[in-house]
């Protein structure tokens, strides 16, 4: 399987570095396991978008896969109450 390159949308990176410490680790683990299987287990394709989620504890990652050129681009990291709505 072809290994995918991560980016991580400027927003998403902010939201990243005010997550909890206890939580941050877990979540960074969470987005490079991404990079060898990009819909793990558990993952979800958002309804109407070319847009997955995957869970960490009580937050979510959602991001969008290009197979093509073997890339991901994380759009929003947050917790679970308040990552669907803008």
Not at 53 to 63: A, C, F, K, L, M
Not at 66 to 78: A, P, R, T, V
Request: no cysteine; proline share 5%.
């Amino acid at each position: 399987m072809a290994k995918y390159r991560i980016t991580i949308k400027k927003s998403a990176a902010k939201e990243l570095e005010a997550l909890p410490k206890k939580d941050l680790q877990r979540i960074i683990k969470r987005i490079h396991a991404l990079a060898e299987n990009p819909r793990p287990q558990g993952s979800k394709k958002l309804l109407g978008q070319e847009q997955y989620r995957i869970r960490q504890g009580d937050y979510r990652i959602v991001y969008s896969i290009e197979d093509k050129d073997s890339l991901i681009d994380i759009f929003k990291i947050g917790h679970r109450r308040e990552i669907y709505h803008p």
